[in-house]
């Protein structure tokens, strides 16, 4: 028999991949912002800098390619969400940019102006992270969309309808589970005293995404009886079991993987952790691109034009990949006190 290729299934994949990259890549040099307050040394601070000064711009590239891709291959999504999540979005772009802007800003300041943009750093960080968060939480708990006869589907909510407890929650999360992966990065790229550091802060923020990890999950089901019956009933219960297993699982490869001074093995066990929570949420919400209002079928493009994006990303994605990889194989190793920003 023919094998017969489902487009929406494939380019969903593909916004599924393009924004797990981002949250991997970009994840933990965001962390690496939020951990900046709470480190005592401006010399430490510069290396924390210096850990992901070659490769935090390249890493929001994937955010542009996720973005363009929902306009592109599910347009109808792309008008519903949009409106509903403008303020988060815009809050989120806003302390990316204060973000970039103190990056660069730092290195050429000195005295109160080098606090400042300290200072800024750790803040456009956490706002983007926290935002991040939020709108991921939004997008979970579902939009209120409505159709004229005759007219296509509309976000019919206020500018607020996004924050809840439960955006909230996952803000929260995120933010935290930032700080983890920028805290495992360290752990990698550092030695010394800022490397011991890392390796403790990192073992007490553990204890505090496995929390709100623990929350969401409890919370998830109770926004809609569909997800609790996708999660409870039988045989899906022992279909999806593993998906908390290997939580725990990753989680304790984390804390034996800090107590024993392993270097790599705390970074994979963080990402690993957010695989899983990304996996869980996405179990909660398929196949809807527009929670529990428009499917990734009814939302998607005509084949034709499905097909026409399809040429160009299977390009682009390789190319991305490949520069990627080649900046992070150049700049492997330690970070030193020393070594500078160019």
């Not at 970009?26 to 939020?34: K, Q």
């Not at 660069?104 to 800024?120: D, L, N, P, T, V």
């Not at 999360?173 to 011991?196: C, D, N, R």
């Not at 999660?231 to 290997?246: A, D, G, Q």
Request: proline share 6%.
């Amino acid at each position: 028999m023919p094998i017969v290729l489902d487009l929406t299934l494939i380019w969903a994949g593909i916004i599924a991949f393009g924004i797990i990259m981002y949250v991997l890549l970009d994840g933990f040099d965001l962390g690496i912002g939020i951990l900046f307050p709470w480190v005592a040394d401006d010399v430490d601070r510069d290396v924390m800098m210096n850990s992901v000064a070659p490769v935090w711009d390249g890493n929001e590239t994937w955010l542009v390619l996720g973005g363009a891709a929902l306009f592109g291959a599910f347009p109808l999504a792309y008008s519903v969400l949009l409106p509903a999540l403008y303020l988060p979005l815009m809050l989120m772009l806003f302390a990316l940019i204060l973000r970039g802007v103190s990056f660069e800003f730092r290195f050429k300041a000195e005295g109160r102006g080098r606090a400042m943009w300290s200072a800024a750093f750790a803040l456009g960080s956490t706002i983007a992270a926290f935002a991040q968060g939020a709108t991921l939480g939004a997008f979970v708990q579902g939009v209120r969309v409505e159709a004229e006869p005759g007219t296509a589907p509309a976000f019919a909510g206020g500018a607020f309808d996004w924050f809840s407890l439960f955006s909230a929650a996952t803000g929260f999360a995120v933010v935290f589970g930032y700080a983890l992966l920028g805290a495992s990065w360290l752990i990698i790229k550092t030695e010394g005293q800022l490397q011991e550091w890392s390796r403790a802060i990192a073992g007490r923020l553990l204890y505090v995404v496995l929390f709100f990890m623990l929350l969401v999950s409890v919370a998830t089901p109770y926004l809609e009886p569909a997800i609790a019956e996708r999660w409870f009933s039988l045989p899906n219960f022992y279909y999806l079991s593993p998906v908390p297993l290997l939580t725990a699982g990753f989680a304790a490869g984390l804390w034996w993987a800090l107590k024993r001074g392993r270097e790599v093995l705390p970074f994979v066990c963080s990402v690993g952790l957010f695989l899983l929570g990304f996996a869980g949420l996405a179990v909660s919400v398929l196949p809807y691109v527009v929670p529990r209002s428009l499917t990734i079928w009814e939302a998607a493009a005509p084949p034709e034009s499905q097909i026409f994006l399809l040429v160009g990303v299977l390009v682009l994605i390789p190319v991305i990949l490949g520069y990627t990889t080649y900046a992070y194989g150049v700049f492997r190793g330690k970070v030193r006190a020393e070594d500078g920003y160019h």
